[in-house]
């Protein structure tokens, strides 16, 4: 699956921080990851941390997936609005799923600094902001939810966010504390660095073709002819699940994001504040720690690569010109653009669990805008089920829910 266009920043920014060889003999181990994205690299982390004789294998160089495209917002907001989620699943589900997200992004911090992490993360504030007057009155009704559940949040009205942020056209919105961003290309390798050096076997350039499911491990064939004796597998394969699984459980769309040159003005005025808003789709944005203003959105709801980057261009000018509407005396120059592919569920809420077809194995299959905050719950998660434990999480986040 062709999972985003050529040149995505933070390819272009990091370049090829690490290389493995491919694997061509025969191994045995724990804990197979399959896959070294942001997810798989979470994943191998925590393996590690338990104590598994881990092993993780890629088919592109790692980091090449979705894990290179995405804009890397950290957030305890899912795309689904709590008071939505809770009609969908049930207050308990619905506000535990946002204070996993919220924990998610205080453990990637801890990590980060853990790992000595230069990828840039830091905590923001978030702005969620009503992009028509007809979205006030739900967003206030999101706001009075989330306030009852205990989340800091503060209202701003039309006049407030025109005060604080700038932003004209903004109907009124949410304000966060809790948000954060990353390079979460950069984090990816860091990791895999820190845990090679733990004893984590890395591999990449392969690709998993075949896996015999036994009662007690499995044996898994790679393209490059190797077999791996695994006793349990973790598919953090992102998009690529949907070729594995038979039934369908998340749409792929395509998505634009476009990056600014390095611009102090408004990488001061904004680089504590995520931004995003009510439209559909909606637009999101924040700065880069290399003083650069990222803007995402203006979604098509194909996933055919072709198209999706055929389409950068007049997706790129109409990025900015949804830029110029909301800062009408400021200036965005356009320095790289590019698609990726994405993934929305009936819920907005990720996949992580088990799967009947695959013995032996959970899935980790992080989507939507929350992607990165769900891989980290997923690392809490395994971890537990791999002790014989039970995760709160779980029933919300299954297959078949
Ligand atoms: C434009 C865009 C914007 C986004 N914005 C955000 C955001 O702001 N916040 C957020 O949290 N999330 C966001 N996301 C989502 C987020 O990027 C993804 O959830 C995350 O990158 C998924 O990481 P992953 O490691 O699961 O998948 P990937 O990075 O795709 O990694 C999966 C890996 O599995 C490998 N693989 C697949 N099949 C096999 C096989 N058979 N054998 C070996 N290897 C295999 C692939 O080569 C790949 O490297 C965005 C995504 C896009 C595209």
Not at 9 to 30: I, M, Q, T
Not at 131 to 146: G, I, N
Not at 256 to 261: D, H, L, N
Not at 270 to 275: F, G, N, S
Request: with cysteine.
């Amino acid at each position: 699956m062709d999972l985003k266009s050529n040149e995505p920043f933070w390819l272009v920014k990091n370049g090829l921080r690490a290389s493995y060889p491919s694997l061509h003999s025969n191994a045995e181990c724990d804990i197979l990851v399959v896959g070294g994205g942001i997810t798989g690299s979470l994943i191998a982390h925590q393996c590690i941390r338990d104590g598994y004789k881990t092993m993780l294998i890629d088919k592109r160089e790692i980091c090449n997936g979705s894990s290179s495209a995405t804009t890397s917002m950290l957030q305890y907001e899912i795309d689904t609005p709590l008071y939505k989620l809770i009609e969908m699943v049930g207050e308990k589900g619905a506000v535990a799923s946002y204070e996993a997200c919220y924990r998610a992004i205080d453990q990637l911090g801890e990590i980060a600094t853990k790992i000595k992490s230069e990828a840039g993360f830091s905590k923001k504030y978030s702005l969620y902001f009503a992009a028509f007057k007809k979205d006030v009155d739900w967003l206030q009704k999101e706001f009075e939810t989330r306030k009852e559940a205990g989340f800091e949040v503060k209202w701003l009205d039309e006049q407030e966010i025109l005060k604080k942020y700038n932003i004209h056209g903004a109907y009124g919105g949410i304000l966060s504390t809790q948000g954060g961003s990353v390079d979460a290309f950069c984090l990816a390798h860091e990791l895999l660095q820190y845990n090679h050096k733990k004893g984590l076997m890395i591999y990449d350039k392969t690709e998993l073709v075949h896996v015999d499911y036994k009662r007690r491990f499995n044996l898994c064939t790679t393209a490059t002819g190797a077999v791996i004796k695994a006793k349990r597998i973790v598919y953090c394969v992102g998009y690529e699940s949907t070729n594995m699984i038979k039934e369908k459980f998340v749409d792929l769309l395509s998505s634009y994001a476009i990056i600014s040159e390095v611009d102090e003005t408004l990488y001061r005025q904004y680089k504590d504040v995520l931004i995003w808003n009510t439209a559909k789709p909606y637009l999101y944005m924040r700065t880069s720690d290399d003083g650069r203003f990222l803007i995402d959105g203006e979604d098509e709801e194909f996933r055919n690569p072709v198209k999706r980057d055929a389409l950068i261009g007049k997706k790129e000018q109409k990025l900015i010109k949804a830029f110029k509407k909301l800062f009408p005396d400021k200036t965005f120059y356009s320095d790289f653009a590019w698609a990726g592919t994405f993934g929305e569920t009936k819920d907005g809420l990720p996949y992580i669990g088990e799967h009947p077809d695959f013995k032996n194995s959970y899935f980790v299959c992080g989507f939507g805008g929350n992607g990165i905050t769900f891989s980290v719950t997923g690392m809490e998660m395994v971890s537990d089920w791999l002790k014989g434990k039970k995760h709160l999480m779980t029933p919300y986040f299954a297959f078949g829910r």
